[in-house]
């Protein structure tokens, strides 16, 4: 099985400081045909569905702030929320989509305000 | 803009079925590939199932494999899960999830609907 694991499974961040969440996939999910990584990630605040932040590693879904930024390639990925605010309290998540199936998520990191 | 509405979540015995719905509008339907995903209670994301673009493809999670069915209606925009034998383990938040890029189902979800609550029970 596929496995995407994150760390750490929660954090507590003072506002305006860096949060910086792990995830790490069994396989790679780097497509060598085209180099782009099947990398998402998403937030999710309670009571509500999950939100997209980046796609192929590192793109910035339209509407989110600059302070969501993600990196890495191959199967070590970096979700960076650079100057934590109030509303990034959240859920987050990873999740690879590349030769699906299946399509697998991380287990999630709670971000909290320290 | 996109939109996505489940439908059709409700509490159901174990062992009997359900079938949910998902309206789609503001995007071409059929150029997009659909999922579901779902949710236990505190818990974290599953994926559950894909139908491509033309509804000639679809994949399940092995959790689902034999009793759930995924398909699609491009003459109504909508997209539906069949769910047979239903267990407690299948209580959950079904969320249906458009893929983000046509055509395709290896493509992250850019779109969510709010979900519709299954709960199994006796």
């Known amino acids: 099985d596929i496995v995407m694991t994150q760390s750490p499974d929660s954090l507590a961040v003072s506002l305006g400081e860096r949060a910086t969440i792990n995830c790490k996939s069994s396989?790679?999910?780097?497509?060598?045909?085209?180099?782009?990584?099947?990398l998402a990630w998403y937030q999710q605040k309670p009571g509500q569905p999950p939100k997209l932040l980046i796609y192929w590693a590192s793109t910035r879904e339209s509407g989110v702030p600059d302070r969501f930024s993600g990196s890495g390639s191959g199967t070590d990925f970096t979700l960076t929320i650079s100057s934590l605010q109030a509303e990034d309290v959240a859920v987050y998540y990873c999740?690879?989509?590349?030769?699906?199936?299946?399509?697998?998520f991380g287990q999630g990191t709670k971000v909290e305000i320290k | 803009q996109v939109q996505l509405v489940e439908s059709g979540g409700s509490v159901v015995q174990p062992g009997r079925s359900l079938r949910l719905s998902c309206a789609a509008s503001g995007f071409t339907f059929n150029n997009y590939a659909m999922h579901w995903v779902r949710q236990a209670p505190g818990k974290g994301l599953e994926w559950v199932a894909v139908v491509s673009y033309d509804g000639t493809n679809t994949y399940y999670a092995d959790s689902v494999k034999g009793r759930f069915t995924i398909s699609r209606d491009s003459s109504k925009n909508t997209l539906f899960l069949q769910m047979n034998s239903l267990r407690a383990e299948d209580t959950a938040v079904y969320y249906c999830?458009?893929?983000?890029?046509?055509?395709?189902?290896?493509?992250?979800?850019?779109?969510w609907g709010q979900g519709t609550l299954v709960t199994v029970s006796s």
């Open positions: 999830a458009r893929a983000g890029l046509a055509q395709t189902i290896m493509a992250h979800h850019d779109s």
């Open positions: 396989q790679s999910v780097l497509y060598s045909s085209n180099n782009k990584n099947y």
């Open positions: 999740q690879r989509y590349y030769n699906i199936p299946p399509l697998t």
